[in-house]
């Protein structure tokens, strides 16, 4: 926080943005971009405003970094499941039923508001409202996920994630079964024209890339036991995916049967396993977490059956 300045030598001519996030690992290229834009960056002591700006060898830069705002939002003492825990981050299995982070109709009980009481200090990493949050999962998905507690760690994980270096496993149950015991979907996926909540899988060059590939653990009559690794984020993927293949999800009454098939409040859908370096590490952790008793008591009965 504070004023940090800098100069660019001779032979780094390049953009200010650049130039700054070379400078200042701890913040996202975006954050940069928005400080910038909002008029507490200089050059040679002027205020500038465009991040594509070129420097030119010789010139001083200064950024004045404020401190990042509290989001307003009160901590609650809801209990976490903490799978790992140190100074920067925290693994935790999020339940099926809670929300990632406060949106529209959820300004209360999330694993944000759970996550602000079990470490204060998170509040306001990024400059964000959502402090910590990396990544997210429905509120129906149960299963693991990170939250970063500095934002050092915040602009490490998403880093880890942009360039695809963290691996995701969930395990799905599906009505029917994929076309081939193993495979890669690649389609991409974008809002769904005709519904405003949803998504879909959409012709290409209409929608953001999205890659899903997967093998089937088991099959149990009419259904499978499905093992999915996502290639990229977006929004509802696995399940549209999954769908998209003919299988849809189990309990998924959005994307598959308007009538769940077996005796399930939620659809079935857990991030099981997680592979992540952490700050510092060079080789990679591996966090799990079983399936929830509800999840399992439906797969045992599949199997006794």
Known sequence: MGLHTFTCLSGQETRLDKFLAERMPEL?????????????????????SKPGLVLEAGQ?????????????LTPEDIPLDVVFENDDLMVINKPAGMVVHPAAGHS?????????????????????????V??????????LILM?????????????????????TYLALTDGAPPTPSGRVDAPIGRDPSHRKRMAVVAPGKGREA????????????????EAHPLTGRTHQIRLHLAFLGCPIVGDTVYGHRHPTLPLER?????????????GERSPRIFEAALPPELETVLQSLRRA
């Open 267 to 279: 659809h079935f859908l857990h991030a099981y396993r997680l592979s992540v370096v952490l700050p």
């Open 28 to 48: 996202s290229r975006s954050r940069i971009q928005a400080l910038i834009r909002e008029g507490l960056v200089s050059v040679d002591e002027a205020a500038v």
């Open 108 to 132: 209360s009980g999330t694993l944000v508001h759970a996550a602000l009481a079990h470490a204060p200090g998170m509040e306001g990493i990024g400059g964000e409202v959502r402090p910590g």
């Open 211 to 226: 890659v899903t590939e997967y093998f089937v653990r088991e099959t149990l009559g009419g259904y499978c036991l499905v």
């Open 134 to 143: 990396v990544h997210r999962l429905d509120k129906d998905t149960s299963g």
């Open 60 to 72: 001083t830069v200064g950024m004045y970094v404020p401190a990042a705002e509290p989001s307003g």
């Open 148 to 168: 970063a507690k500095n934002d050092r760690t915040h602009q490490w994980l998403q880093n880890q994630f942009r360039s695809r270096k963290v691996h995701k």
